[in-house]
């Protein structure tokens, strides 16, 4: 019995992968709303959206290129299926979605330099090897079990301090905080991904973190990338408005906690998205609670 073959669209959506899509939006209008009063510019707003859409599109379709092209991916992968390993999409189509989502990122991103801070320059420089060079490349940084951390950087500081740059906007205490917090649920994406797959990936030589630390070190890892940024701004001394707000974050934070103890393999797949809704609620709460400390 032959699995029936969907359409072409339904295959670019789900190729482009648009639960993701949270993880990109949350640290960067989080880093819009830390923008110094006087300094805030719609449009700059729009274009660095867009520019994060664009690049977490773009990573999506490398990752489906790169580890089809690799032999990562094969028949028994138990994450949702890729584009090129089942012969959905060629290598060619998948190059030529990068290039127009790359391109949309290029795009946006020197408006913003053109009309931001230099640093700007810096971070796209580092933003497009980032995406390239995850699992693309004669040595891919995922490889070596550096993708979270790669993750925390592009998500947390980079998409946040950017954010503030792109606007001209001076760098708070709470801006560096910030940064430094949101993007570790962000990373928590990548811990579920990497657990799931980490028999298949030691197969491949795709040495993760997963790999290297095992499956109960790598469940706490998961933890602290989830329940560190919570502990880490307790509101003491606030309304009580904000203390709800941190249970019900707080509530959430142990159900995603409680479930990767209790999945593994193809059932961490829902986990995914759920983790990536979290670190948007993540991204709301630090909003609120940074601007408790500013006030």
């Not at 790999?211 to 469940?219: D, F, K, L």
């Given at each position: ?19 993701t899509l949270p993880a990109a939006v949350g640290p960067v209008l989080l880093g819009q709303a830390l923008v110094v009063p006087g300094h805030f510019s719609v449009s ?106 790669a993750v925390w950087g592009f998500f947390g500081p980079v998409a946040v301090l950017g954010s503030l740059l792109a606007q001209q906007s001076p760098i708070t205490r ?115 609670r940074l601007g408790i400390v500013a006030g």
């Amino acid at each position: 019995m032959t699995t029936a073959v969907p359409t072409k669209m339904i295959i670019w959506v789900q190729t482009l992968r648009p639960r993701t899509l949270p993880a990109a939006v949350g640290p960067v209008l989080l880093g819009q709303a830390l923008v110094v009063p006087g300094h805030f510019s719609v449009s700059t707003a729009v274009l660095c959206l867009a520019c994060a859409l664009a690049l977490q599109l773009a990573v999506n379709l490398a990752n489906d290129l790169f580890d089809g092209l690799s032999g990562v991916d094969q028949h028994d992968r138990l994450g949702p299926t890729r584009a090129l390993q089942a012969g959905w999409l060629s290598a060619g189509e998948l190059r030529a979605g990068l290039v127009v989502t790359l391109g949309v990122a290029v795009a946006t991103g020197l408006w913003l330099t053109l009309f931001g801070h230099w640093l700007l320059w810096l971070l796209g420089g580092l933003a497009l090897l980032g995406v390239l060079g995850y699992s693309g490349g004669k040595c891919p940084y995922a490889n070596r079990g550096l993708g979270e951390f790669a993750v925390w950087g592009f998500f947390g500081p980079v998409a946040v301090l950017g954010s503030l740059l792109a606007q001209q906007s001076p760098i708070t205490r709470e801006a560096v905080a910030a940064g430094l917090l949101v993007g570790l649920p962000v990373a928590a994406i990548l811990v579920v991904n990497n657990l799931r797959d980490r028999h298949t990936d030691a197969r491949a030589g795709k040495i993760t973190l997963a790999v290297r630390m095992g499956p109960r070190a790598t469940r706490r890892l998961f933890a602290i990338l989830t329940m560190g940024p919570l502990l880490s701004t307790l509101p003491m001394g606030a309304a009580a408005w904000a203390w709800g707000a941190w249970g019900i974050t707080g509530l959430a934070a142990l159900g995603l906690v409680r479930e990767i103890q209790r999945r593994d393999g193809a059932a961490l797949n829902g986990l995914l998205g759920l983790t990536a809704l979290y670190s948007l609620v993540m991204a709301l709460w630090l909003w609120l609670r940074l601007g408790i400390v500013a006030g």
